[in-house]
C-alpha cells in the first residue's frame, strides 16, 4: 500500500534523521568497522587479494573452502580492489552504510505494516491530516532512536543477539536486502512482488538464517492480508532456491551428525549465542529477565485489543509473543531435548533479535488507533509537506552518497592502533620470526591482532571455520590450548572468571612441547603477570606486558598430549 502524498515527503526527512542519529554513535563508540565479529572475514578477503596471505593459518585455509559466507568475502573482496587491494577500506565502508541505511529500512518496514494493517482506515479523507499516523510514525521513530544507543538496545538482547547491531556482517546485510523486500512487497504491484522476492534470495546467499527470520517476522505481520498463491512463490524464489543452491555448492566432504556437530558449533564456540544453559547477556543481569520484560510489553497490546473489540490486532499481539517466545523453546529442544542438526545451523533463538521490533510494530499500531480516535480538527498539511518535503528516493540517495564520502574520509587506522599499543611486540615479530612461525595466545584480542596486523598464524581462537569437514580440527585445536567445555566447566565451578584463559595458562612449557608435537605451533605469547609457568624457560622475548616463549617439540618417542 503506498504512502500518502504528505507522508512520503515527511518520510524523507525521517530516514535522515535517523542516518545521522546512527552515524553519530557509530562514531561516538569508536568509529571502526575493526571489530567482533566483523573482522572474521577478513583472512577470507585477504586471501583473495593475496593468495600468500596465512598460507599456513588454519582458520585462513579453512575459510578459503567453500562454505555459506563466500558470497559476502566475495562482495568485499571485490570492494577492495577498488581501494587498491585494502580489505579495510572496504569493511569501514560497508560499517558506514549499514549505520546509515539499516535504521531507515526498519522505518520504511514498519509503518508500512502499520499502513498494510489500517488498510483503509485513516485514508478516506486525504485532505485531513491522518493522525493515526502520524502517531504510529512518532512512536516508531522513538523506538529506533533508542535502539540505536547501545545500552538500550542491550536490554532487549538475549543470547547476545542485540536488536541493532549495523556491522559490516554477512548477517547484518542479508537483514538490510530482507527488510528492502519486505517493503517492496507491502506495495501490491505483482512488479514489486518479484523484485523483493529478489532481494530475499540476495539476503538468503548472503545469510539463510537471517533471512529467514525476516520473510517470518514478514509473515506474522501481514499474516490476514497475504495472498498467499503469490506469498509461496515469493518464499520459493526468495529461500528455498538460494539455500538448495548453497546447500550443492557448500557440500562437505564430511557430514556430521546432529551430535557432533552441536558439540563443536554450539557447546565448543557459540555457548553463549546458542546452549540455552549458557545464554549470554549485555547488561550483567540474568538473560531471562529481559526475556520476561520484553513477551510482557508485547502481551500488554492484548488487554488493549479487548478493550477495543479488535481481534485482528489481539491476533497479532499473540502471534508476535508466540513466536518470541518459541524461538528460545525451538533452540532448546533443537540442540538439548532432541538434537536437529537443521535447527541447530538456523539457531532459532536468532529471532529474538527481532523481539524489539515486534513489540516496536504492536507499540505503532495501537498508537495509529488511538489517533484514529482524535477528531482531526487541524488543517491539512499534506500540500505544505509536498512543497517542503524530501521524497524518499531522494532521500535514499542523499544517504547512499553521505555513506561513500564519510566511509572514504573518515576511515581509522586499526593497523596503527595495534601496533602502538602492543609496542615493541609487532617490530620484534616483524624482524625476528618468520612468516609461518604460528603463535598461540588467550588474549582473544591479541590473537585477532596477531593474524591480521602482524600477520603471523595463530593455533587456535581467531574464528569458526563453516563448513563441516574443519569441525573435528578446530574442536581440537581449541581443547588442546584451551581445555575441552567439560574442563572449562569445571574450571567455572572453581571460581575461574575466564576458563578458557585459565587452562592456557594452567599449561607448563612442556605441556605446550606435547602440543608442538601434535600440530605445528612455534611460539606462545603470554601476559607479563601469568608468566610463572615459564619460570625456568628463558622467553625470547619480554616487556613490561607481554612474554613470549619458543617451543620445540619433544622427541618422537615422549607420550602424545592429552585434550
Not at 53 to 69: H, K, V
Not at 70 to 81: D, K, S, W, Y
Not at 424 to 445: G, M
Not at 451 to 460: C, D, I, W, Y
Request: with cysteine; aromatic share 14%; proline share 7%.
Amino acid at each position: 500500500m503506498k504512502a500518502r502524498r504528505g507522508q512520503g515527503a515527511r518520510d524523507g526527512w525521517v530516514l535522515l534523521l535517523l542516518a545521522a542519529w546512527s552515524c553519530h554513535y557509530f562514531f561516538r563508540y569508536g568509529g571502526t568497522a575493526y571489530e567482533w565479529p566483523a573482522v572474521d572475514i577478513a583472512p577470507l578477503v585477504a586471501r583473495q587479494l593475496d593468495p600468500d596471505f596465512l598460507a599456513n593459518d588454519f582458520f585462513t585455509n579453512a575459510s578459503a573452502e567453500a562454505n555459506p559466507r563466500h558470497a559476502f568475502g566475495f562482495f568485499v573482496a571485490t570492494l577492495a580492489r577498488c581501494f587498491g587491494g585494502e580489505w579495510y577500506a572496504a569493511l569501514f565502508l560497508l560499517r558506514v552504510a549499514a549505520a546509515v541505511f539499516l535504521p531507515g529500512l526498519w522505518y520504511l518496514a514498519l509503518t508500512g505494516y502499520v499502513r498494510s494493517w489500517r488498510g483503509d482506515r485513516g485514508e478516506r479523507d486525504t485532505r485531513a491530516p491522518d493522525v493515526g499516523g502520524i502517531l504510529a510514525a512518532i512512536v516508531v521513530f522513538v523506538g529506533l532512536v533508542q535502539v540505536v544507543r547501545p545500552s538500550v538496545s542491550a536490554w532487549f538482547s538475549i543470547a547476545w543477539w542485540p536488536p541493532f547491531q549495523p556491522q559490516a556482517t554477512s548477517a547484518t546485510y542479508s537483514l538490510m536486502f530482507a527488510l528492502a523486500g519486505n517493503v517492496l512487497l507491502l506495495r501490491d504491484a505483482r512488479k514489486s512482488t518479484w523484485c523483493g522476492a529478489v532481494l530475499w534470495a540476495i539476503a538468503s546467499v548472503l545469510h539463510p538464517a537471517v533471512s529467514l527470520f525476516a520473510i517470518v517476522f514478514h509473515g506474522l505481520a501481514t499474516f490476514d492480508r497475504q495472498r498467499w498463491s503469490a506469498a509461496a512463490a515469493a518464499v520459493a524464489v526468495g529461500w528455498l532456491l538460494p539455500c538448495a543452491a548453497l546447500a550443492i555448492a557448500c557440500r562437505p566432504a564430511v557430514s556430521l551428525s546432529a551430535a557432533e556437530f552441536i558439540r563443536a558449533y554450539v557447546v565448543v564456540r557459540h555457548p553463549s549465542h546458542y546452549l540455552p544453559a549458557q545464554f549470554g547477556t549485555l547488561t550483567g543481569r540474568p538473560w531471562w529477565e529481559s526475556f520476561f520484560v520484553l513477551t510482557g510489553l508485547m502481551l500488554a497490546a492484548v488487554p488493549y485489543a479487548a478493550w477495543r473489540q479488535d481481534r485482528r490486532s489481539a491476533s497479532l499481539a499473540l502471534l508476535l509473543a508466540a513466536a518470541y517466545v518459541g524461538c528460545v523453546g525451538l533452540q532448546y529442544i533443537a540442540v538439548v531435548d532432541w538434537p536437529s542438526k537443521l535447527l541447530a545451523m538456523l539457531g532459532p533463538v536468532r529471532f529474538s533479535a527481532l523481539g524489539f521490533y515486534a513489540w516496536l510494530l504492536l507499540a505503532a499500531v495501537v498508537a495509529a488507533d488511538l489517533g484514529s480516535l482524535v477528531p482531526a480538527r487541524l488543517p491539512s498539511t499534506a500540500a505544505r509537506m509536498s512543497v517542503l518535503g524530501l521524497p524518499r528516493w531522494a532521500a535514499l540517495v542523499v544517504m547512499g552518497v553521505a555513506a561513500v564520502v564519510v566511509g572514504m574520509t573518515e576511515r581509522d587506522d586499526p593497523f596503527l592502533r595495534a601496533r602502538e599499543k602492543h609496542g615493541r611486540l609487532f617490530e620484534w615479530i616483524a624482524k625476528n620470526t618468520p612468516r609461518d612461525a604460528v603463535f598461540a595466545t588467550p588474549d582473544d584480542y591479541l590473537t585477532v591482532d596477531i593474524a591480521l596486523v602482524a600477520e603471523r598464524p595463530v593455533f587456535a581462537g581467531f574464528g569458526f571455520p563453516f563448513r563441516e569437514d574443519f569441525f573435528a580440527e578446530y574442536t581440537l585445536r581449541d581443547a588442546l590450548v584451551f581445555g575441552t567445555p567439560e574442563h572449562r566447566a569445571e574450571l567455572a565451578a572453581a571460581g575461574a572468571s575466564d576458563p578458557k584463559e585459565a587452562y592456557f595458562y594452567g599449561l607448563s612449557p612442556r605441556d605446550f612441547a606435547k602440543v608442538a608435537a601434535e600440530r605445528r605451533l612455534d611460539l606462545v605469547v603470554v601476559a607479563a603477570d601469568h608468566a610463572d609457568r615459564f619460570d625456568d624457560l628463558a622467553p625470547a622475548y619480554a616487556d613490561a606486558s607481554w612474554r613470549v616463549y619458543a617451543i620445540h617439540p619433544p622427541r618422537k618417542n615422549s607420550p602424545p598430549p592429552t585434550p
